[in-house]
T-cell receptor
Framework: QQKVQQSPESLTVSEGAMASLNCTFS??????FRWYRQHSAKGLEVLVS????GEKEEGRFTAHLNRANLHVSLHIREPQPSDSAVYLC??????????FGGGTRLTVRP | DPKIIQKPKYLVAVTGSEKILICEQY?????MYWYRQSAKKPLEFMFS?????LMDNQTASSRFQPQSSKKNHLDLQITALKPDDSATYFC?????WGSGAEQFFGPGTRLTVL
């Protein structure tokens, strides 16, 4: 059964500094990874999906996938206070089930 | 305009009662899902449907019953409510079920069971 772990649990960065979030997973046969953002008491917003090893950029958000190391990361370039939220890593398994990590709470200080 | 509507936004229930959580999507998608987010636990998959047919059920309890009256509706009936059922329930949808299509999430229904 797929297990997904995120680190750190919380992260504080200054506005404009790069923010880096990590996600490890247990089943390297998955080929479908997503990063979502969740603002307080709101739904999930998909940021970037990545399906093969390497890098995928969507605006200020870049995901890096290394399946051999069971690792996917998210880098946020020039974060702003409005980027403060919980970031969730999700791995798609057989069928359409998404397995989520516990999240990283990001705070961006002005 | 919101494309995935969940009703109500907040719900308070007493132990032992029954509630129905409503989900409608206006994205023209063929697959719909329910996930649950309990306090201090990761978001957890519950059910998936494709063309109104159950595809996957990861919920052990039969107290949770999805109901699909139309292709763009997937409601969730919860019976004999317990305090442990307190959580935010998210509905999601995707174009298709097995193709790796993006899943889009609704705003959630926050259920509190007293």
């Amino acid at each position: 059964q797929q297990k997904v772990q995120q680190s750190p649990e919380s992260l504080t960065v200054s506005e404009g500094a790069m923010a880096s979030l990590n996600c490890t997973f247990s089943d390297g046969t998955s080929n479908n990874f997503r990063w979502y953002r969740q603002h307080s008491a709101k739904g999930l917003e998909v940021l970037v999906s990545i399906f093969s090893d390497g890098e995928k950029e969507e605006g200020r958000f870049t995901a890096h996938l290394n399946r051999a190391n069971l690792h996917v990361s998210l880098h946020i370039r020039e974060p702003q206070p409005s980027d403060s939220a919980v970031y969730l890593c999700a791995v798609r398994n057989a069928g359409a089930k998404l397995t989520f990590g516990g999240g990283t709470r990001l705070t961006v200080r002005p | 305009d919101p494309k995935i509507i969940q009703k109500p936004k907040y719900l308070v229930a007493v132990t032992g009662s029954e509630k129905i959580l409503i989900c409608e999507q206006y994205l023209g998608h063929n697959a719909m899902y329910w996930y649950r987010q309990s306090a201090k636990k990761p978001l957890e998959f519950m059910f998936s449907y494709s063309y109104q047919k159950l595809m996957d059920n990861q919920t052990a309890s039969s107290r949770f019953q999805p109901q699909s009256s139309k292709k763009n509706h997937l409601d969730l009936q919860i019976t004999a409510l317990k305090p442990d059922d307190s959580a935010t329930y998210f509905c999601a949808s995707s174009q298709d079920w097995g193709s790796g299509a993006e899943q889009f999430f609704g705003p959630g229904t926050r259920l509190t069971v007293l």
